[in-house]
């Protein structure tokens, strides 16, 4: 049950799930899941279709390939620090074993992107790091929780798991992907096959460690409401970004040296 003295801020309201923010009795985990799963839906369906995605809204040019090539080299190595997190912390051992899983291919993801960037004339090294603002602020949001430290460990787990595996990956697998794929299908067909062959189906397995961890282990009203709390702070940043990449991609059209 709830605790009545903990002063909960609803991230978002007026979408399906605000009860999962003050529950009386924890909802089974297949019930947790499809009501996050349609509070997503809905989230996203209420915004226009050029900010669900920041690669909507331009044209994929090769100039403007690198630029996305190298921020994403930087999103992989991201992507393998922050399972490590949980890793570390989790206090169950088959979410541990999944992370370790993810973590070695989110390095393969890594290695795989830089290599085609080089091939393509582009520079990775480790003075690279984005420059954007709000798509920094998505990361320092699943790297640090928006600055939170839990001493209830589970909860952290359940945060981390909510932002990146169901929140950030889960929607990749649903619709940012399939869409990338299509914009680089006639531009590049070997990042294509990258893509197609390796990444999405890890990523598929990412989204469902999301599900896993959240539908398995948040069996309490407690990390139930920290699910969806963390799910909804993911959505706001994540959206904050796609709204921002309209202005950066004019910017960066009409900036970019040709050999950057
Ligand atoms: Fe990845
Ligand atoms: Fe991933």
Do not use: C
Not at 2 to 18: A, E, Q, T, W
């Amino acid at each position: 049950m709830s605790d009545p003295n903990i002063f909960v801020k609803k991230i978002l309201s007026g979408l399906p799930g605000d009860e999962l923010y003050a529950l009386e009795q924890p909802e089974p985990g297949k019930e947790y899941l499809k009501l996050l799963e349609e509070r997503r839906w809905s989230f996203w369906n209420s915004k226009p279709d050029d900010e669900k995605s920041h690669y909507q809204g331009y044209d994929v040019t090769p100039e403007l390939l690198k630029n996305s090539l190298a921020r994403q080299v930087h999103a992989e190595l991201a992507a393998m620090h922050a399972p490590n997190l949980s890793l570390q912390v989790s206090p169950w051992q088959e979410v541990k074993l999944w992370y370790a899983r993810q973590m070695n291919e989110e390095g393969r993801h890594f290695r795989l992107i830089r290599d085609h960037l080089l091939e393509l004339g582009g520079t990775w090294n480790d003075d690279y790091a984005p420059d954007f603002a709000e798509w920094n602020q998505l990361f320092g949001l699943f790297m640090n929780l928006d600055n939170h430290f839990f001493l209830d460990k589970r909860k952290e787990v359940i945060a981390r798991a909510a932002v990146l595996n169901f929140g950030i990956e889960g929607w990749d697998h649903l619709y940012v992907q399939p869409l990338f794929l299509k914009k680089v299908e006639h531009v590049d067909s070997t990042l294509h096959d990258i893509y197609d062959e390796v990444i999405m189906p890890d990523e598929t397995i990412h989204y469902q460690i999301g599900q896993f961890v959240l539908g398995e282990y948040a069996t309490t009203t407690e990390l139930q409401r920290v699910g969806v709390e963390y799910l909804d702070r993911q959505l706001v940043a994540h959206h904050r970004v796609n709204v921002a990449f309209k202005g950066y991609h004019e910017v960066k059209q009409s900036d970019l040296p040709s050999d950057s």
